[in-house]
């Protein structure tokens, strides 16, 4: 619609004439109609209310549909003669609206044995449409939607534990084959790092090309996560492909992170029109220009690169033909297949494809690139920051030997946690009023008009949970305390349960929704359910009980969700399932912060799979560290006073028993770590590739 009709000059004097563009939301035609999808254009009152929506309209009359122009028509004709009967529908529309979605519960609790059972529910769901030969769960498009890997691997964790091996190593594989397929997908940048909004085929091939932030940093840390468990290096490096990608391209020189790239750019300097993808694909002559006859050879087999372009795979792919001729790289088979096939030593053939990835990145740069999104979003830029603290102790395991290869860097992990602690720092000196203890949404050239919404303080809180487990900065831990109090304020049905997502202190705003869908974002509803359990296992004492209680209320809002459509809510159903955790497994670590062997055993921490565990840093003798820890958890406090004078040593805790101190972390990570079963539950290919 937007070529065919915003772009219409007949059009746009009728809509100018008549009507007041601005951008609307899905609900109302997804309530109405039944369904909803993009583009979307809703027609509203002067005070706002929906009286018509729809889809796609073409511009004129034709495929059984009213056309644009037609359409445009009649809400003003109807507008004209029945003003008074369209108020009344619009406002009786937010009503019904806000009766069904402002959901509530008077119950605080969940209905016995549901929180036990929710993963199970929910991987019973997804694994129905699990797609065995390409990976993810359900069919084309295909949406990298992080919240179901999280799912898994956190059942794979609840079934290892209860020693069912079989249906562990079911849902361990179909999380850990996602991922590899998506990885070597189109969908996937290989020449620059990163990955693309979603697959328009089943094979992760041919994607819409606008990159965002949230897949970004939601990404990283599922692959991180399939690396901890399964400690093969093909994942820890698809993590690195991505931070390094905004680290380069994505970070603004105050330490905000940028929240997306277009699809679409010029072919050529001056071209008329830009098109999706022109900057991102490549033609066979082109590869061969660049890399020389012999490694083009080698990277277009790899690549799959063919002369009459390969967006072939599927009819799904290129139904248009806009890619004729053009190439969307994707591997069909690993490193080590294709290795062998030539005889080379798989780090010999690696080396070769990042040598060509890396001269097609350098020509790449010369072509006009897709438009930047400076904006640095609050909520996106808190799981960037998860995603960078989290890489800068994980990935610390890896082996020595490890070789990296372009778009990889190879940078010391290190440097991930200054990304996330400079990102944090802006956040709090550009979009933060420590008077009043809020948020603002976004900054482009200085901060804008819009609040904090309440994905901004639940994915910033759980951020800064993750920051302070990895670097053990206090106050990153007191401002996650503290943001959890003003989005209690602002956000919290103190009656009814649940966060709804605006503040509702602007009239302009009709409906307060509490949202729980996990879908390409979580949902903050889910976030903050997981926060303020993750809370509660840091803080004592009543804190830590008032904590608990609002997250069952929440998760008591939306029981018949979890019940009844698991899948909708993946995440939801990880926090109800973090719930049912009797007592959470604490490591507090004491000991002088800025030694070797105090960072040592925070990396042996992070370094086993446990959704379920706190890591608590403290330095007996720093004065911030003693005076957050003695009014917030006397208990940790004690323990810290106790540990021996300028060592560095580590509490396991659990069911309020703490094993002895261990100061060696080889021994502390063995204590921390359930090996993982072998996957006897193969899909596609072989796990080591």
């Known amino acids: 619609m937007e070529v065919e009709s915003f772009e219409n000059e007949e059009v746009a004097k009728i809509l100018n004439e008549w009507f007041v563009s601005i951008k609307v939301y ?44 037609t359409v445009l028509r009649r809400v003003k004709e109807a ?7 369209l108020r009344d529908s619009g406002n009786n529309v937010i009503q019904q609206l806000s009766d069904a979605l ?6 605080q609790e969940l209905t016995e044995g549901l929180a036990q059972q929710a993963v199970q529910l929910c991987a019973s769901q997804l694994a129905k449409g699990f797609d065995s030969k390409h990976g993810g769960f359900g069919s084309a498009p295909k949406f ?75 990404l990283v840390n599922v692959y991180l996560d399939a690396f901890v468990i399964w400690k093969d290096t093909v994942y820890s490096s ?20 940028y929240s997306a790239e277009d699809a679409d750019s010029a072919e050529f300097e001056g071209a008329p029109r830009k098109k999706e993808g022109s900057f991102y694909v490549w033609t066979s ?140 720092d802006f956040i709090k000196s550009k979009l933060y009023d420590e008077g009043t203890h809020r948020l603002t949404h976004s900054y482009r050239q200085g901060p804008s008009q819009a609040p904090g919404f309440l994905d901004d303080y639940a994915f910033l809180i759980s951020g800064l ?28 049905d103190k009656v009814g349960g649940g966060y709804f997502n605006t503040p509702g202190e602007d009239p302009s705003i009709l409906l307060r929704l509490k949202e729980d869908y996990d879908g390409a974002e979580p949902s903050g509803n889910s976030v903050s359910a997981i926060n303020m359990l993750r809370l509660s296992s840091i803080v004592s004492g009543n804190s830590s009980d008032a904590y608990r209680q609002t997250a069952e209320h929440l998760l008591a809002v939306f029981e018949a969700r979890i019940k009844d459509q698991a899948m909708a809510v993946p995440l939801m159903c990880c926090a109800a399932d973090l719930l049912a955790v009797p007592s959470s497994k604490q490591v507090v670590i004491v000991g002088p912060k800025s030694t070797p062997n105090f960072e ?70 063995q204590l921390l770590r359930q090996p993982p079963k072998v996957p006897t539950y193969k899909v596609g290919v072989s796990s080591k590739q």
């Open 26 to 69: 899905m609900t109302f035609v997804q309530a109405i109609y039944g369904g909803g999808g993009w583009p979307l254009s809703v027609f509203l009152t002067p005070d706002l209310k929906p009286i018509m929506g729809g889809t796609y309209f073409p511009p004129d009359d034709k495929y059984g549909r009213p056309g644009f122009k």
């Open 238 to 257: 698809v993590s690195r492909d991505i931070l390094d990608y905004l680290k380069r391209d994505m970070i603004d020189q105050d330490g905000g992170i």
């Open 285 to 424: 002559q082109e590869v061969e220009e660049v890399l020389g006859k012999e490694n083009a050879k080698l990277f277009m087999n790899h690549y799959y690169v063919k002369p009459g372009g390969n967006c072939d795979l599927s009819r799904m792919s290129d139904p248009h033909n806009e890619f004729e001729g053009k190439n969307v790289l994707i591997e069909r088979e690993g490193i080590p297949e294709m290795a062998s096939k030539l005889g080379l030593k798989v780090d010999e053939y690696a080396e070769i494809l990042g040598a060509c990835r890396e001269k097609l990145f350098l020509t790449r740069t010369f072509r006009p690139r897709p438009h930047l999104d400076d904006k640095v979003i609050v909520a996106w830029n808190g799981l960037a920051i998860s995603a960078f603290a989290r890489a800068s102790k994980v990935l610390k395991a890896e082996p020595k030997e490890i070789k990296y290869h372009f778009p990889v860097t190879g940078c010391d992990a290190t440097d991930y946690l200054f990304v996330a602690e400079k990102a944090a």
């Open 102 to 107: 402002s959901t509530s519960e008077t119950s």
């Open 600 to 669: 040592s055993l925070v990396v042996a921490s992070h370094a086993p799979y446990d959704p379920d565990k706190t890591i608590i840093q403290i330095d007996p003798s720093n004065k911030e560290d003693t005076e957050f820890w003695q009014v917030h958890n006397p208990t940790i406090f004690a323990m810290a006073q106790k540990s021996p004078e300028g060592k560095s040593v580590a509490h396991v805790c659990q069911n309020f028993m703490c094993n002895p101190p261990i100061s060696d972390p080889i021994t502390l990570e």
């Open 465 to 492: 949970l993750d920051l302070y487990e990895a670097g053990g900065r206090t106050k990153w831990l007191s401002w996650a305390i503290e943001l959890q109090s003003t989005q209690d304020n602002l956000f919290l």
């Open 144 to 218: 990298p939607r992080p919240v179901e890997i999280q799912l898994m691997l956190r059942r794979y964790k609840r079934l290892d534990q209860a020693g069912k091996e079989t249906p562990a190593s079911k849902a361990l594989e179909m999380a850990l084959f996602t991922l590899r397929c998506m990885a070597r997908g189109g969908m996937h940048d290989h020449v620059g790092g990163g990955f693309h909004r979603y697959s328009v085929d089943e094979y992760w091939h041919v994607p819409h090309f606008e990159k965002m932030l949230y897949d970004q940093g939601q």
């Open 79 to 85: 507008w004209d003669s029945k003003k008074g009967l």
